[in-house]
């Protein structure tokens, strides 16, 4: 029942990402990608809340303050949803991409950013889960 519920939120998660990239890079010129920063730090958001939901028991699950990879929130959301909007791989490609057309200070400025913004992103999820239900 988990993989089938991974896969059924990795089914609505990866073309979500797909039309969202291709959306906000439309409305950029340049080479930055921006439509990947937008889903990663969006999917770190949402992850973030759904991992803060899991573990606050918000869905009658443990009251141990962790979630389960097996629990039913976490691997349709967090696991499949998240995991197939959110794209390290394209990620790392296109900063390489980046730094191998020469532009070093965007290939960097793309790493730090989006590891920084992806990261208060999961702990602003997890703070908004964790005001919901505690």
Request: proline share 2%; net charge neutral; charged share 10%.
């Amino acid at each position: 029942m988990t993989a089938l519920l991974i896969a059924l939120g990795a089914a609505v998660g990866a073309p979500l990402r797909y039309l969202i990239d291709r959306a906000v890079q439309a409305r950029h010129r340049g080479g930055f990608p921006w439509g990947t920063l937008v889903v990663n730090v969006t999917g770190s958001l949402l992850l973030g809340f759904v991992i803060g939901a899991a573990a606050s028991g918000a869905n009658g699950a443990g009251d141990n303050g962790f979630a389960a990879a097996d629990d039913p929130l976490v691997a349709l959301l967090g696991t499949g949803f998240c995991g197939a909007l959110t794209t390290y791989s394209t990620f790392g490609y296109e900063t390489v991409r980046l730094h191998e057309r020469g532009e070093t200070r965007a290939a960097l400025g793309n790493a730090v950013l989006s590891v920084a913004a992806a990261s208060v992103a999961a702990g602003t999820g997890l703070a908004l889960a964790a005001a919901l239900w505690s």
